[in-house]
């Protein structure tokens, strides 16, 4: 009696499942597919399905959003430095505070304008993921590393978690930036 009573329900669900998979399934296709080919595939696939706009775009579009990720995970991260620094002035915060403070204000900027070829401040902005790519790795990358390191070995950076996820955002970023090239 028990199977009886699911069976219609569930047939409904199945039959749902058969009609609407084949256009689901191409998108998630795609975000599957992009994420295989990063070092990091759940941060990816999270990432990317945080917003709405993957389920309806291409790789560029999906390289789009993950730089929108890296810069809110940036500026999350400047913002703990700045309250950090208005707590108290220390060198190496304060090394961590211009990094960030340039990645978020003009470098994750630049690498959107790469990709959108949209300009800023009236410029004209080609598209060219090659140059998005090189400025993922030595414009916030490198930075990340430098803001790190800036608390030598005795130290532990107060923002090890947050630089942790605004570099591991960057990686996935570039890799994705690099299947455009
Ligand atoms: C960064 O975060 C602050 C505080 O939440 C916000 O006011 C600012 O607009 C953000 N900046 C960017 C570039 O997202």
Redesign the pocket.
């Known amino acids: 009696m028990k199977i009886v009573s699911t069976s219609g329900p569930l047939l409904t669900i199945f039959i749902i499942q058969i009609v609407f998979l084949p256009i689901s399934h191409c998108r998630a296709d795609l975000i599957d597919q992009t994420c295989k080919q990063t070092p990091n595939y759940n941060l990816c696939v999270s990432s990317l399905k945080s917003n709405p706009r993957s389920s309806a775009t291409d790789v560029k579009g999906l390289a789009i959003i993950m730089v929108e990720v890296l810069?809110?995970k940036a500026?999350e991260t400047l913002?703990k430095i700045w309250a950090q620094l208005l707590r108290h002035e220390d060198p190496a915060v304060r090394n961590c505070y211009d990094h960030y403070g340039y990645m978020?204000g003009a470098f994750i900027r630049d690498i959107y304008g790469d990709l959108t070829s949209r300009g800023v401040g009236g410029n004209f902005v080609r598209y060219n993921p090659a140059q998005a790519e090189r400025r993922l790795h030595d414009d916030v990358i490198r930075r990340v590393d430098h803001c790190r390191h800036g608390f030598g070995k005795g130290r532990q950076s107060p923002f090890g978690k947050e630089n942790k996820a605004t570099r591991e955002a960057a990686v996935v970023a570039a890799a994705i930036v690099r299947i455009l090239i």
């Open positions: 810069k809110s500026n913002n978020v």
